[in-house]
């Protein structure tokens, strides 16, 4: 589809020129001879991208684009004069104009400014793209207790300033508090930049953490910011702070409290503006006790103390990450949407989970890829997440433990009906017509055995 361009000028001539010259470069030209015009004009057409003179009788081309931006911020503009100066160039830019053009117009540099601000309007356009989809990627899901409790914590503490220290298990979900808590504040729209304190060797920290200037050690070809640098006016996470050696912690220590730092090879002290976000898996008072983390580093960060609740605390919650989960993976991979019956939800419940919420995600995964049907059932479920499936699968059935005949009798019809349901897909008609027995009478027994929720 042709890129439509609003031309605006009260000079025929110009007119004419650029929309010959536009509509042979394969865009679709419409005209304005004013401001007020172009203002119909743009709610008619909204056009990606216009042309705009400055100096114009009426309402000028500061004024027009004062309103435009108003009206529409993310439409592109670029303004054109013949009696440009670096003063109007700069007020132009400061009311919101892409790019600056003098007259008389040179066809090359009217081409480009007009193919850069409609890449640039594209990749605005990518980047929001993206950050909606980061809003839902980073997202604790669950309605639990547990979980309400912690949400609402989040809620208070993320419009603050506070320092935050979130602890749990791995696989709990720490990483998504951070990233929740950075989108509730007023820094969401500047960078949280993340650091993994386990996998930063000790030798490299100062240089990951403060950056380094061009030739300050043997490979530093150029200069290089540092993650203090990276997240300025935004937040610092600080990942398996735990993990970070005592030397680390004790460079690391300096920064946090003064907000100041130089270069490895600098000079120049640079002050920065941090939120700072940690997290651990691990007991920090206890590993002050061993002698392993610093007591003042510990107070420096844990002024607002979150704890996130493992998977077995919040055990209400699979189904609903189940279903998160398997939509998430269909996308990504492109696989058929599936679905677990409620008797598999129900084992997967009954699972401990010490991998938590990353244990169950990755168990979703390989269900996804791996089962073929639709319907991923209680059978589907591998050992050890289903205790019963050696039982179920072993030739001596639940039936032959008992020594009453009648329960013997009750859990062979069930297990009977319900493989044979599972063989007709559900389908009631075709089994009981398989099995030889009315229909209503097959949903007597479908219903007592219970075997409706096994679906």
Known sequence: ??????????????????????????????????????????DEVFPDLVLLDIWMPGTDGIETLTEIKERYPSLQVVMMSGHGTIETAVKAT?????????????????LLSINNALDYYK?????????????????ITGSSRAIAELKEQIRIVAPTNAWVLVSGENGTGKELVAHMIHDMSGRSSKPLV??????????LIESELFGHEKGAFTGANSMKRGKFDQAN????????IGDMSLKAQAKTLRILQEQKFERVGGARTIQVDVRVLAATNKDLEAEIEKGTFREDLFFRLNVIPIQVPPLRERIDDVPELTEKFIKDISVDANLELKEFSLNAIEILKRHSWPGNVRELKNLVERLAIMVPEPI???????????????????????????????????QFEKEFIAK???????????TAETIGIERSNLHKKIKAYDLDKSK
Not at 123 to 139: A, F, P, S, V
Not at 194 to 203: D, H, L, S, Y
């Open 233 to 240: 006016e935004g937040s610092l996470f600080l990942d398996e």
């Open 194 to 203: 993340e650091v993994n304190c386990a996998a930063i060797p000790e030798e």
């Open 94 to 110: 400061r009311h919101g104009a892409y790019d600056f053009i003098e007259k008389p117009l040179s066809l090359e540099k009217v």
């Open 1 to 42: 589809m042709a890129r439509t361009i609003l031309v605006v000028d009260d000079e025929k001539s110009i007119l004419q020129s650029l929309e010959g010259i536009l509509s042979d470069e394969g865009f679709e030209v419409v005209i304005a001879r004013s401001g007020k015009e172009a203002l119909v004009k743009i």
């Open 123 to 139: 990749l605005e356009q990518n980047i929001n793209i993206l950050k909606e989809k980061d809003k839902g990627r980073y997202q």
């Open 420 to 430: 044979k349901l599972q063989e007709c897909k559900g389908n009631i008609s075709q």
């Open 376 to 410: 991923i059932r209680a059978e589907d479920i591998p050992a050890p997440y289903n205790k019963i499936s050696r039982v179920q699968t072993s030739p001596e059935s639940n039936f032959m433990k008992t020594n009453s005949f009648k329960d013997a009798r009750s």
